[in-house]
């Protein structure tokens, strides 16, 4: 399983940017992805994730109602879509997906080391 994040780059605070996770090897349909990011010096830490039937969300507080996420299973595709970026919002961020079939809510979706597989990272930079 190979996971390729992509859609990093640089852009002026309030900008927007739009990551993509394109999954190959195998369809992973049971399972949860996320995204995290590392920013230098800091710990990896969550920032979203969407079940494994898209029809649950979850965001960290610091992202909540500027980040989307979505997924797209015919395209084995998962996105991040970044809005209201702010300087802070600078760091590597990095797809994952982790095994997460039936309940949604049964899992926790915030600790990366709950993840089974992770994508390579793509670098955004917010200049203020």
């Known amino acids: 399983v190979q996971l390729q994040a992509s859609g990093g780059g640089s852009v002026q605070a309030g900008g927007s940017l739009r990551l993509s996770c394109a999954i190959s090897g195998r369809t992973l349909r049971d399972y949860a992805k996320g995204w995290f990011r590392q920013a230098p010096g800091k710990e990896r830490e969550f920032v979203a994730a969407?079940?494994?039937?898209?029809?649950?969300?979850y965001y960290a507080k610091t992202v909540k109602g500027r980040f989307t996420i979505s997924r797209d299973n015919a395209k084995n595709t998962v996105y991040l879509q970044m809005n209201s970026l702010k300087f802070e919002d600078t760091a590597v961020y990095y797809c994952?997906?982790?095994?997460?079939?039936?309940?949604?809510?049964?899992?926790?979706?915030?600790?990366?080391?709950?993840?089974?597989?992770w994508g390579q990272g793509t670098l955004v930079t917010v200049s203020s």
């Open positions: 994952a997906a982790r095994l997460a079939p039936g309940n949604p809510n049964s899992y926790n979706y915030t600790a990366p080391n709950r993840y089974d597989f």
């Open positions: 969407v079940s494994w039937d898209e029809r649950h969300l």
